[in-house]
């Protein structure tokens, strides 16, 4: 009995206001109910979780190591005049949120003018964006600006413009950091006109967003430190502090060279995509034999250093297998996620690429077989093993899987899977709604759906309706989870839809409803909703977690 | 390996951006691809079976990475290579200085990989001369000095592509001896267990 292995498992029960242990509560009932255990609810695995178990914002709780400033203590005098020209340049950046002051303006375009003798490194490879003049007012107008710098003060990334023409505004955010700091304070966040000014102190890095979004500091946060776990994935944690022990003044943009559009596409993904909100996996619906059949193909492929074998398309997971008691956190596999969309080159023949799994192991490489099971298909396999000699191996390994897919024709039926969407309104039976979220605490998964109306045809579709969207969802979310005040429930009205979000200790469910429904269906509804995911859980999540 | 052998392990190398999996583009599926530039992740590995005087040699080409970032374990991707293309832009003298480097590299750690030293986007010289940075005698001077080869290719237009991946296969069938490949097909690579990089403790 499943509920029996959850009990000896000691699942983690994080809300104290849930109910006793009731064994009627533990088993899979039909329809929800807010005491529903964790480990209960639709979308929980059976025999345990293919995760780490994670909850929100845990990195943000969790306080780094002590941090040395390198700032000696009784340099009264040295901290004073500090003092004035931080709090001169701290001016200058709030006035450069809004405008900019003259003397900034004309510094920048002396950076300009640098830049323009001589050329960035890499001006061939940038994407064109980072040519953006940071001196206009289109540049001040993005709605969230992400800069990277080291513990000197030199810049790593920047989302917009060149690291070049932003140094000395990188300079003003190092001095801040720095400055709060040498009294044993951090810096935070700063709210000012509408702009949310986010730091995040990761030794040897500082990351910092400037946005207007609806997010909550600590969801920007949490986005910046997918930022930094992006760039450990590259580097691994040793290797970064290795550099920056040798060199404190190195430039990082070195060794990240090429890495930029990774960076770029996490930052774009992150505003469309909710698995970064939720800090859950989004699984691919799919009828349970199709999946069996290629969870038995890759359990036939093994090899002995392999860790996960990972079946994906376009941002979902089709198919995970792992090693026995190794597991995968939902970061890990949202940046691996992120590095298979941000490139085309894995589509010319197969890549083997050294990459760290930061929240897995951060001192270390794995090395990644990743190839896309055809040409004209989204489904990439990603073979991760311990071994960096083992490229023809793993390399066999997926040529193994693939020619048992083709013999016993799962290949063609999992193409003709992802073709023909298996659901619709009308199974759903819920006219108003347009669009859900719903996630299983336990699994860390979940599965969102986009219910096409015959009124409104393909709603959220589009870049910019699925950023409002998003937007809508990360109000709720930072609602429900802000850590003084969280609500359970929200009911919200808006002008272009309703939105609904329940949330408890076993499952988070967001709605979106045509805004001319009412509360009162609106809530009658859920019931309904849960019954149905319930009775299609097989199909939308991936209850058993499988090892070789 | 998926029923094929491999005969000719052939590495690129060379600077970022010199156009590396552009000529491998080119040269395995005959065609150039336009839009933004996209760097290679790692290394990407491609086979390719190729005629020479009626006899059939598979090249397993090794695209590596041309990041500053992959340089500490480039070793990997060059170990045992029997070729190395070593790629330049002839627009961009500073490719040049990673040659050298890669060459020095070779050198010292893989004596029998011969070098064949590639300029690449020939194409941009046509409407305007005065592009090129690289002079073609002093390459050509260079690649005698280290008993390379030279080419320049363009990917765009073909020129001279499949002309370096023959040579490369002709060299292998006519200067190796026939003796038993003990470098070949990943032997190599399983015999090592090497646990420097890895990270599982287990």
Avoid at chain 1, 11 to 16: D, M, P, R, Y
Avoid at chain 1, 233 to 245: A, E, G, K, P
Avoid at chain 2, 13 to 27: M, Q
Wanted: aromatic letters at 10%; glycine letters at 6%; charged letters at 25%.
């Amino acid at each position: 009995m499943a509920a029996d292995v959850q009990k000896k498992k000691g699942w983690e029960v994080q809300n104290g206001s849930l109910a006793p242990l009731d064994s009627l509560q533990l088993e899979r009932s039909e329809s929800p109910t807010p005491s529903m255990m964790q480990g209960s609810e639709p979308g929980a695995g059976q025999e345990g979780t293919m995760f780490v178990h994670t909850r929100s914002y845990e990195d943000l709780t969790t306080d780094e190591g002590p941090v040395s400033m390198g700032l000696k203590k009784g340099d009264g005098d040295q901290i004073e005049s500090d003092m004035e020209q931080i709090s001169k340049d701290f001016s200058e950046l709030s006035t450069k949120l809004t405008g900019i002051p003259m003397d900034m303006e004309e510094e920048l375009r002396e950076n300009d003018s640098d830049q323009q003798e001589k050329p960035r490194r890499d001006s061939v490879l940038s994407s064109g964006k980072n040519d953006e003049d940071v001196t206009t007012d289109s540049w001040r107008r993005h709605k969230k600006q992400v800069f990277v710098l080291s513990e000197a003060g030199k810049p790593v990334y920047s989302r917009y413009g060149s690291e070049e023409a932003l140094s000395s505004t990188m300079g003003v955010m190092m001095a801040l950091v720095s400055f709060l700091e040498a009294e044993k304070n951090a810096i935070k966040s700063i709210h000012a006109d509408g702009y949310k000014v986010v730091f995040m102190r990761r030794s040897p890095l500082v990351l910092v967003a400037v946005a207007r979004t609806r997010q909550s500091e600590q969801e920007i946060a949490q986005e910046l430190l997918y930022i930094y776990y992006q760039i450990l994935s590259l580097l691994t944690w040793t290797q970064l502090n290795h550099i920056f022990q040798q060199k404190q003044n190195y430039d990082l943009r070195r060794l990240l060279a090429g890495s930029e559009r990774i960076t770029d596409n996490l930052l774009d993904l992150m505003a469309q995509d909710p698995s970064f909100l939720m800090g859950a996996v989004r699984c691919l619906p799919l009828a349970a034999s199709v999946r069996d059949a290629v969870n038995a193909s890759l359990q036939q492929a093994k090899a002995k250093n392999l860790v996960f074998s990972i079946l994906i398309s376009k941002n979902q997971l089709v198919a995970l297998l792992r090693k026995k008691d190794q597991f995968l956190h939902p970061v890990d596999l949202h940046l691996l996620f992120n590095l298979i969309s941000s490139s085309t080159s894995f589509r010319e023949g197969e890549a083997w690429t050294p990459i760290c799994l930061p929240k897995f192991n951060a001192s270390g490489f794995f090395h990644a077989h990743i190839s896309y099971l055809a040409q004209e298909t989204d489904l990439c396999l990603l073979l991760v093993s311990t071994n960096r000699e083992d490229f023809f191996t793993v390399s066999e390994c997926k040529q193994k899987f693939l020619d048992r897919m083709r013999r016993r024709g799962s290949y063609q039926t999992l193409q003709e899977a992802l073709r023909t969407p298996f659901y619709s309104v009308s199974q759903v039976g819920i006219p108003e709604l347009r669009h859900f979220i719903y996630k299983s605490k336990s699994s860390r998964l979940f599965t969102r759906l986009c219910l096409p109306s015959p009124k409104i045809e393909a709603p959220y579709v589009t870049k910019e309706e699925k950023e409002r969207l998003l937007g809508l969802y990360q109000y709720l979310h930072s609602r429900t989870h802000n850590s003084s005040r969280s609500l359970k429930t929200i009911y919200y009205t808006g002008t272009n839809e309703n939105l609904l979000a329940w949330v408890t200790g076993a499952f988070e469910l967001y709605m979106c409803y045509s805004p001319l429904g009412t509360k009162a269906s609106a809530v009658s509804s859920i019931s309904k909703l849960m019954k149905w995911i319930r009775r299609e859980e097989d199909r939308l999540f991936i209850l058993t977690s499988l090892t070789y | 390996m998926s029923g094929q052998r491999v005969d000719v392990k052939v590495v690129m190398l060379g600077k970022e951006f010199v156009g590396k999996t552009s000529l491998v583009e080119r040269y395995v599926h005959h065609r150039f691809l336009l839009g933004p530039y996209q760097n290679t992740i790692g290394a990407a590995f491609v086979a390719k079976a190729i005629n020479v005087e009626g006899r059939v040699v598979t090249l397993g080409i090794w695209d590596t990475a041309g990041s500053e970032r992959y340089e500490a374990m480039s070793r990997i991707y060059y170990r045992g290579a029997k070729a190395a293309i070593v790629c330049y832009d002839i627009t961009d003298s500073s490719s040049f200085q990673r040659v050298k480097f890669w060459v020095k590299e070779l050198q010292s750690c893989e004596q029998h990989c011969r070098i064949y030293l590639c300029g690449t986007k020939l194409d941009l010289l046509e409407n305007d001369r005065s592009k090129r940075q690289l002079d073609f005698h002093d390459v050509r001077d260079y690649a005698e000095e280290i008993k390379g080869r030279h080419y320049e290719t363009s990917s765009k237009t073909g020129q001279n592509v499949d002309e370096l991946f023959q040579k490369v296969a002709e060299d292998y069938v006519h200067f190796t001896p026939f003796q038993v490949m003990t470098e070949e097909n990943g032997v190599d690579l399983s015999q090592k267990k090497e646990t420097y990089f890895s990270c599982c403790h287990h």
